[in-house]
């Protein structure tokens, strides 16, 4: 049933978004370094890696440069035709081709990039490859501002993600791969379209919060979660 709810979403997205998807094409042909789409080496079901495909947004040699896989907020590495698309999201559409392929889920835990896997503890990271990567998730949902949280900091964007998001957004991964259902998938969709919509929208504590506050992760960690996507969205 996962499957078949990919397929019919992620076919249906591409069709759709093709006219929009060819404009877009053309401009970043014609502007920047010229480049159309972006490929990244990421982690996925059982540590396979494939290519994650974006609308390239960064300069082509971006991993190469800075904080490397970690973007940060106003990142010098960002085009300027790119810090719209991020704006919008619309960089990520062309993942709905890794869905259509079978590499990502629609739903379920962010396939991450080989640098950033490393920087989540070793438990954690023998659990997410054990379900297949998503579009999107609970870690993406209270997470979506990321960017302006490693900018926001005294740290450096290297030790914030390290101790301030991977500890925190694996343990959201770990508590969808332990509920995952169609319903919750279908929940998580529809809490995307409100924050890619809205971002500032909390509407996401209303409907999961209560199931997040586990017995077996301390009730401050998933505050501190909370506290900090409120801090950064006001």
């Not at 971006?62 to 991020?86: E, H, Q």
């Not at 062309?94 to 392929?101: A, E, I, R, T």
């Not at 950033?116 to 490859?129: G, M, N």
């Not at 990321?146 to 740290?155: D, N, Y």
Request: with cysteine; aromatic share 10%.
């Amino acid at each position: 049933m996962k499957r078949l709810l990919d397929i019919i979403i992620s076919s249906t997205a591409l069709i759709v978004f093709f006219p929009f998807g060819l404009i877009i094409m053309i401009i970043l042909r014609l502007t920047g370094e010229g480049e159309v789409f972006y490929v990244q080496p990421r982690i996925g079901k059982d540590g396979k890696h494939f290519g994650l495909i974006k609308f390239a947004t960064m300069l082509k040699d971006s991993p190469n440069l800075g904080t490397g896989a970690i973007t940060v907020k106003n990142d010098s590495r960002v085009l300027r035709f790119g810090k719209y698309l991020r704006k919008a999201k619309l960089n990520e559409v062309p993942q709905f081709m890794n869905v259509l392929k079978g590499d990502m889920s629609m739903v379920g835990p962010r396939p991450l990039a080989l640098q950033t896997f490393e920087y989540y503890p070793p438990d954690i990271q023998k659990q997410i490859v054990k379900a297949k990567p998503g579009l999107t998730g609970i870690g993406s949902i209270v997470f979506r501002d990321e960017e302006s949280i490693l900018a926001s900091g005294a740290k450096s964007s290297i030790d914030c993600y390290k101790e301030d998001i991977a500890p925190y957004k694996g343990q959201l991964e770990l508590w969808y791969i332990e509920n995952q259902n169609i319903w919750l998938d279908l929940k998580l969709m529809f809490l995307t379209a409100v924050v890619v919509i809205a971002p500032r929208n909390m509407l996401y504590k209303k409907l999961l919060w209560d199931n997040l506050i586990r017995e077996d992760i301390p009730k401050e960690k998933m505050l501190l979660v909370g506290n900090i996507m409120s801090e950064t969205l006001k």
